[in-house]
């Protein structure tokens, strides 16, 4: 039996120790808050928290759900923990907390977020808005991060594809009314819909809980705003590509680049450029687009465990 019917079969069982009896051994999947930087933080987590960390971080527009079928498939060496970012997901920010969403910010609490778990050595999956988020960690602490996996998470000018050129217009004349251009083109269900589907060969595949739940929490009040900051903001990580490259040339830290190869946003010369930086990097390309993990959970799950041991992560 294959490992994803085992998986998916497993899933229907009402309790672990029912999964036990029936053969199975499927990692439980918690879900968990807790408080850091005046930020009341989701995450899902799974594994033995003796074992080396995995710390997986989304991208726009999704939350720790996106990794919903890679977790168990890594929990049974590693821990495994999830977090929603400030503005996506569940966690939740009071508003008194009068948050500046911009992505030194979402660092800032993924840096809060890693001490209130006593998180002191991880290996790092990073996709889309992750990136910036936790490369700008690793520059901060790189003696914190055994390992990166880039999924179609960028740090090259190289990788910004053409469906950049509406919020390129917008990082240069922020007005009222490019910023309304993005929210009545972008931020809706189409517009989350076509994230998913657009590279795929057979977008049937894509669950479409998936995209219905991101399009879904989009439309909590108060959030296309966060959105189109984060958007404007987004420019702030072009400036910083410089400074990632340096952190990769200095540290050297064991990457691998996992990329959906028909991604119109993060093309795969982004991928291929992290070998500019540390020759060793490894490469590979999925045939589908920039949601990779939403049809090709499996074969990351595999390259990871492969690539991880092969590197020796540890805490």
């Known amino acids: 039996m294959s490992q994803a019917r085992s998986t998916q079969t497993a899933a229907g069982f009402g309790s672990e120790a029912a999964q036990q009896s029936a053969g199975f051994s499927v990692p439980v999947t918690s879900v968990c808050h807790v408080e850091a930087d005046g ?3 989701f995450y899902r987590a799974a594994g033995d928290p003796n074992s080396p960390v995995v710390l997986l971080l989304h991208g726009f527009p999704t939350s720790s759900f996106m990794f919903r079928e890679l977790i168990p498939r890594l929990a049974r060496d590693y821990r495994v923990i999830a977090p929603d970012l400030p503005g996506f997901g569940f966690t939740e920010v009071p508003a008194e907390r009068k948050y500046v969403y911009s992505f030194d910010g979402l660092a800032a609490t993924l840096n809060a977020f ?5 998180i002191r050595r991880f290996a790092v999956y990073v996709f889309d808005y992750g990136a910036p ?4 960690l690793a520059m901060a602490h790189p ?3 055994t390992a990166i996996v880039s999924q179609n998470g960028n740090a090259y000018e190289e990788g910004l594809g053409e469906a950049w050129a509406p919020i390129r217009k917008y990082w240069a004349e922020p007005t009222a009314e490019n910023r309304e251009v993005i929210r009545k083109n972008i931020l ?3 517009g989350t819909r076509w994230q998913y589907t657009h590279g795929v060969a057979n977008p049937q595949n894509v669950p479409p809980e998936s995209y219905a739940l991101d399009a879904a929490l989009l439309e909590r009040p108060g959030n296309k705003d966060i959105q189109l900051d984060l958007f404007l903001d987004y420019a702030s990580n072009v400036k910083l590509y410089p400074a990632f490259q ?3 040339r200095k540290a050297k ?3 691998l680049a996992i990329w959906g190869k028909n991604d119109p946003l993060f093309v795969p010369a ?3 450029a992290f070998r500019k930086d540390i020759p060793n990097a490894r490469v590979e390309f999925l045939d589908t687009g920039h949601f990779a993990i939403a049809t090709h959970y499996v074969e990351i799950a595999e390259a990871m465990q492969e690539f991880l041991a092969a590197d020796r992560v540890s805490q």
């Not at 890693?114 to 006593?118: C, P, S």
């Not at 988020?133 to 700008?136: D, E």
């Open 133 to 136: 988020t936790g490369f700008r």
């Open 39 to 41: 930020v009341r933080v």
């Open 114 to 118: 890693t001490q209130a778990l006593k």
């Open 253 to 255: 830290p064991p990457v």
């Open 270 to 272: 982004g991928a291929e």
């Open 143 to 145: 003696d914190r991060v």
């Open 246 to 248: 340096d952190y990769f």
């Open 188 to 190: 809706n269900f189409d």
